[in-house]
């Protein structure tokens, strides 16, 4: 009995690939999302010797957080030229094949076609997407009524802090936490590091949600579940975690004991009320015991009241 193919099923995450820099041994592909978002990058060390078949098997394994599961079915990612036309055959061709085929070319002459380019690093005539706020940076600097607006609108959906930022307001996990001074051991400060997020943006990298500043932020650029794995300072055992964010609905802490976070346990879980535009969300998760100190916590953000979503700070007590 054979399964039925995925596309049958609508269980296709259809990948374009863009050339986003060229190394002195190989080169770096981005991998864009239907939406036009880039969701991760991927190093290719060889690429006159590593197979298509090879690579969609390493971008299915980086962008697991981001497959739909429905039944025993699961998404399975499919590889696309850059101007999106799906590549039919993996099987023979290797990465460097690929990106010197008659086809790619003819794929980025067709980016660079299009009336509105979207480039913030372009390689070899390809462009990749820009995340959320260079696109905000970019409408922001054109001058045009237009461009503000869409700027000022992008501006409320990602839930920026103007009172925060000014100084006007200091409500936050600073405040909430004032009686209650135990350590912090995601603290960047006591040697809390952020090992993987599955969303990049160099504007708001990941580090920003460990280093105790509310006004500072991680965003996400993709599709939901979303993840920020963090290795704590110290292991302990975890009583509580405390997110500031906007935006983030179901969310989901988990937790790993081992000495490198391979197996995770569930910890706590909650649904986050809507905020209003401008505001944080700020919740407090109570986890469960522990029967040995916990290494590594991994938030997972299931869902959103938005498109996109930022977390400015987690604390783990």
Known sequence: HRSPPSQDLGLELLISLRVSKELSDGLVLACVGPTGTTLAGLEVPTPDEELLSEFAGRASE???ALLTHVGNQTQQVRLAYPDGRPIEDLSN???????????WTLAEANIEAAPVSNSSS??????VPESPTASKRRSASSGAGTGRGAARELEVRLGKLQDVKSGGSRRGLTSALSSNMGSDWASHSIGGKVLMATSLDDEHPPANVIDGREFTYWISTGLYPQEILLQLGHPAKVSDVWLSTTNVRRVCIEGCMEETAVSFETLAAAEIAAGEAGRLQLQQLHCQEQHRPTRFVKAKILSGWDDFCT???????
């Open 93 to 103: 061709m290797t990465v460097a094949e690929l990106v010197s085929s008659e086809r």
């Open 311 to 317: 977390v400015h700070r987690i604390v783990v007590h």
């Open 62 to 64: 980086r962008l697991e």
């Open 122 to 127: 372009p390689s070899k005539g390809a462009s």
